[in-house]
């Protein structure tokens, strides 16, 4: 049974850090990412990471989040920098498969950032 089991979030000032972590269980994953859903906004993608380490960053985020993963351990992380209010949102840990053209999803549970003075 895969599981993914995110840890980190919480409150930061604007300007500060946080970091969070994704453990997956079960399987392990070519492409990694975390996504984020503000409260009356769609789930959107903030960065993504293949096993080989191509990363992929939505263009909100880019030169102030950094992802990385260790495959040993098959855990992602995201670190998160110069955080903004507009950064608040739940941040899901997100593991896609892909089987003969379709795609699956594995998500964890979620976390929230909030960026508040």
């Known amino acids: 049974q895969v599981q993914l089991v995110e840890s980190g979030g919480g409150l930061a000032q604007p300007g500060g850090s946080l970091r969070l972590s994704c453990a997956a269980s079960?399987?392990?994953?070519?492409?990694m990412g975390w996504y984020r859903q503000a409260p009356g906004k769609q789930r959107e993608l903030v960065a993504s990471?293949?096993?080989?380490?191509?990363?992929n960053y939505a263009d909100s985020v880019k030169g102030r989040f950094t992802i990385s993963r260790d495959n040993a351990k098959n855990t992602v992380y995201l670190q998160m920098d110069s955080l903004k209010p507009e950064d608040t949102a739940v941040y899901y840990c997100?593991?896609?498969?892909?089987?003969?053209?379709?795609?699956?999803?594995?998500w964890g549970q979620g976390t929230q950032v909030t960026v508040s003075s």
């Open positions: 079960g399987s392990s994953f070519n492409v």
């Open positions: 990471i293949t096993r080989g380490g191509s990363t």
């Open positions: 997100n593991a896609p498969r892909f089987n003969f053209g379709s795609r699956s999803d594995y």
